[in-house]
């Protein structure tokens, strides 16, 4: 074990899996030399070259579309983008063609040897263009496997998951952590399993939901709560799509409620589908309403950015609400 | 002529400066069009001499023959209402079933979807292409795509994707992982001259340029983007030129002639793979067919515009040449027309007849494997279906069939 932050955790699995995988490249705008924009593949074109790791040209959907057609070729692709607001340019690539390729060939071809990773979210002062959580869009996409990692621990084990994985994954990596979370990770690898959730703590009163850096929040509201006696259940999705609806389920019919928050604004989020998916599911054990905490519906501010977000404080508030309804 | 200064510049340019303000016409470079054979199927005089020998050549022609006689039965297939949909290769033979010759098998092929005959050419069966039409379940692809929409991993051929332009960077990132894996291969992509209005077209051009990719761009120049002529497509002198902005090496065929564009492939392919770089290759042709089936072609050029072009018929042009060449009996080739369009009906009603792919399909290859929530929304389905199966009589009686 050593102490790492998340950005470290990112770079030792990424380094394992381009030692595992001869021919494996990561490429994007920066990536190079000097290591990307937050410092995630330093050293990594030192240790394994240029033609393996590699700045590409200042193009989204170039940089999509090639790794779509390495990954097709049968080469793990490890693209980045620079910021989760950034991928948009290359929209198209990925849910015509990254999400598609496996099913409209019949399994002839497929791209599931790429893991897409972008910085995301808010909390780092980056106004409406370096704050966004764009998940909920690929998340209608059928063909994605969508991961959100918590902390430096985490990070590490479900990237080397995602790299193992042969579907294609966009692994969010939650910037305002980056360097702020620090935790002990092993050395060598380990891997953490996709499509899981996790109870980060155990609770009989309300079900905490959230994934990336909102579990964050939760804890923290959690923590606030169980001072007026209410013990909360949190639980870090991680994967967002496919989502792991039984753990979630079983949480909500032993507690009876569920507090859902994500950064994202309100209206059409995946918080939306979860809420959707729980009253179906858990109609008859719920004792409240599910309750949404989330951005609002508006770009991501820059001054109001603490108003805007879905903090522990706003939490709080919906556990009570939930718990006193 | 400018007075030029030389100086030393920090950027990836070959720069020279001058001290005459004038600006740099949009025809500054204008890229000839490389041509062998004749309309009479002669070889020009002064022409390269061909290194096309009798095997290729035979492959070539009967490829263009074959396709040529399918596309004209499946396009009266569609009008009979047998098939949903359909795309011809009229008047592009030469340049794609040229351009596929040129190649190795080992190549790899992204094509839009008016290359069937660079899949003929690799050996795609008649039932395989006569499946995929009728989204049956031999069809590869499962019956998910419209017809057309072809692909073979064994032929090392990409599946067709709709959204257009999108196999252009791909192209280029198939590419680099065959110059990683030291295969002595590369990739060849095609695209019209409307896709390459689309954003994919600089992305995967540049990304190529960049990272010394073995990668063919094949622009097929046919005059038409559907109804869009190419005067209303693009200014200047055509696609091939761009390639010079690009720093990539170009060249510009006579897609009439399968001879030629053999030949610039050839070329083109042999740098690519020798020194890693694409190359873009710029065929000029005439579509013309229609754009597909669902294209009415009169609402926006002349009977007499198609009918100058229909002369130049490249089939027509190839077969002169292997006339000539003592290569091909004429009596034996009206022959083989014949025959060939009974194989082609022959095997349309046995695809016709061959049930869809099982409604399981349905949810298999979204993922790896069929996830928890697909599972569930299949069994939710096949409730469905069995609570009213005479509104669902396709699937309903196979249900429960093990595959």
Known sequence: MAKMNMLQAINSALAIAMEENENACIFGEDVGAFGGVFRATSGLQEKFGKDRVFNTPLVEQGILGFANGLAAQGTLAIPEIQFADYIFPAFDQIVNETAKFRFRSGNEFNVGNMVIRTPYGGGIHGGLYHSQSPEAYFAHTPGLKLVFPRNAYQAKGLLAASLESNDPVIFFEPKRLYRASVGEVPEGKYTIPLGKAEIVQQGEDVTLLAWGAQVEMLEKAAEMAEKDGISCEVIDLRTVAPWDVETVTASVIKTGRLVVSQEAPLTGGFASEIAATVQEECFLHLESPIERVCGLDTPYPLAHEKEYMADHLKVYEAIKRSVNY | ?403
């Open chain 2, 1 to 403: 002529m400018a007075k030029l200064l030389n100086v030393e510049n920090p950027t990836n340019t070959i720069r020279k400066d001058t001290l005459e303000l004038d600006f740099v016409g949009e025809h500054a470079l204008s890229i000839p069009t490389f041509k062998m054979l004749d309309d009479n199927g002669e070889l020009y005089k002064g022409a390269q001499k061909s290194s096309m020998d009798k095997e290729t050549a035979i492959r070539i022609y009967e490829t263009m023959r074959f396709i040529r006689v399918f596309d004209e039965r499946m396009l009266a297939a569609q009008r009979q209402g047998r098939v949903s949909f359909y795309m011809q290769c009229l008047g592009e033979e030469a340049a794609v079933t040229g351009s596929a010759a040129a190649l190795e098998d080992k190549d790899m092929i992204f094509a839009q979807y008016r290359e069937q005959a660079a899949l003929a050419y690799r050996g795609f069966k008649l039932e395989q292409f006569m499946h995929q039409m009728f989204s049956n379940e031999k069809d590869f692809g499962k019956g998910r795509q419209m017809p057309i929409h072809y692909g073979s991993k064994e032929l090392n051929y990409s599946t067709i994707s709709s959204p257009l332009g999108t196999q252009i960077p791909q192209a280029a990132g198939y590419a680099y992982g065959q110059k990683l894996k030291g295969d002595g291969a590369c990739t060849i992509c095609y695209f019209g001259e409307g896709a390459a209005s689309e954003g994919d077209f600089h992305a995967g051009l540049n990304m190529a340029a960049v990272h010394n990719s073995p990668t063919l761009f094949f622009a097929r120049n046919n005059g038409y983007a559907i109804s869009t002529p190419a005067s209303e497509q693009f200014k200047g002198d055509g696609i091939a030129v761009r390639a010079t902005g690009y720093g990539m090496k170009a060249i510009r065929v006579d897609g009439f002639d399968a001879l030629a564009v053999y030949e610039a492939v050839k070329m083109a392919r042999e740098y690519s793979v020798k020194n890693n770089a694409p190359v873009l290759i710029e065929s000029i042709a005439y579509r013309l067919a229609a754009h597909s089936s669902s294209d009415d072609p009169t609402g926006y050029r002349e009977k007499e515009e198609e009918e100058t072009f229909r002369d130049n018929c490249p089939v027509e042009r190839f077969r002169k040449y292997m006339v000539k060449q003592g290569w091909l009996d004429e009596a034996e080739d009206e022959k083989v027309k014949e025959q060939i369009k009974v194989q082609v009906l022959d095997a349309l009603k046995v695809a016709e007849k061959v049930a869809k792919p099982a409604l399981e399909e349905i949810v298999t290859d979204v993922y790896e494997e069929v996830p928890a929530h697909l599972q569930k929304q299949y069994e939710q389905l096949k409730a469905h279906i069995l609570k009213y199966p005479e509104s669902y009589p396709a699937t309903a009686s196979r249900i429960g069939e093990s595959k």
